[in-house]
């Protein structure tokens, strides 16, 4: 969705936005109008000014060299090369992450216009790259496995120099929610158990495995894992059931 000059600066002055190293010199000053001349040419500027959804799931500059590294370990393993040399599909796939979860959701066409401008996914809405949840996920069809790399901002600090449990919870239901509706489609998560065995330093990079358990009707059990990237900590250890919905549930209709 484009929006007017006036509801952008709007939004900017109630300071919704705040101007972190993604925004280059070439965009717009905060209050500066966006006449409808404008609107074409923003298309190359960078977020937020673009019409453009960002994929959050990519490297930006605030990924630290163990984010980049396990990033690109799980990546080179999206697509493979024969001996033939043909590419191929690998046995993990990364799944794009936008800051409007329904509007790019499975069967987010079926979804108004309305719900759609209005439906953001929270740690997708941070806008200082680096500040708090910077994570991408990557899927594994065959063996029915969710892993994520996630590194842990400032801002979401709970114990002096560690992740509050809440955010570790957050990252937990992002990474089972998301493996659960790839699995079975649209799903709310029903229940979530955690045991927090250790905790996280605040700026490090850790891993967050998801794995099915079971599916029984409507219901998908999953068992998650949160581990230091050399497997040899654990830090969280989790269940989730998550059930399927329609989207009319999803919409309260
Ligand atoms: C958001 C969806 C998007 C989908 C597409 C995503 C694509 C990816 C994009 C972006 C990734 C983002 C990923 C984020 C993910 C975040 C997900 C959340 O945080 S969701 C918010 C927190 N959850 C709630 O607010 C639910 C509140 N609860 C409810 O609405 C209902 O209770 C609900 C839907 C969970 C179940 O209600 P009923 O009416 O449909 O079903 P009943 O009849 O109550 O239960 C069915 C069966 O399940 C059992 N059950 C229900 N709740 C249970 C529980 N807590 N524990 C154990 N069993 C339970 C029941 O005993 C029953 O079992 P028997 O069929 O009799 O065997």
Redesign the pocket.
């Given at each position: 969705m484009i929006r007017s000059g006036a509801q952008m600066a709007r939004r900017l002055s109630a300071g919704f936005l705040s101007r972190g190293p993604l925004f280059s010199a070439g965009a717009p000053a905060a209050g500066v109008p966006l006449g409808p001349g404008t609107v074409r040419t923003m298309v190359a500027l960078p977020w937020p000014f673009s019409s453009q959804p960002r994929d959050f799931s990519l490297p930006n500059s605030s990924w630290g060299s163990e984010m980049m590294r396990l990033y690109e370990h799980y990546n080179s393993q999206c697509e493979v090369v024969t001996e033939a040399g043909e590419r191929q599909r690998g046995p993990w796939r990364r799944l794009p992450s936008y800051n409007r979860?329904?509007k790019y959701?499975?069967g987010g066409v079926y979804l108004s216009k309305l719900i759609q401008s209005k439906a953001r996914?929270f740690t997708r809405n941070i806008r200082a790259p680096g500040a708090a949840f910077e994570y991408v996920v990557f899927v594994n069809k065959e063996e029915q496995r969710c892993v994520c790399v996630f590194q842990a901002g400032h801002l979401l600090e709970g114990p002096p120099g560690h992740v509050h449990g809440g955010a570790i919870a957050t990252m937990i239901?992002?990474v089972t929610?998301?493996h659960a509706?790839y699995l079975s489609g649209?799903?709310?998560?029903?229940?979530l158990n955690i045991n927090y065995r250790s905790p996280i330093p605040l700026g490090s990079t850790v891993l967050i495995e998801s794995c099915l358990d079971k599916n029984e009707?409507?219901?998908t059990f999953l068992s998650c894992k949160v581990t230091s990237t050399d497997g040899s900590k654990l830090h969280t250890e989790a269940t989730g059931?998550f059930?399927s919905?329609t989207v009319g549930?999803?919409l309260g209709v």
């Open positions: 979860s329904l959701a499975t996914l239901d992002a929610g998301t509706a649209p799903v709310m998560t029903a229940n009707g409507r219901k059931l059930l919905i549930k999803l």
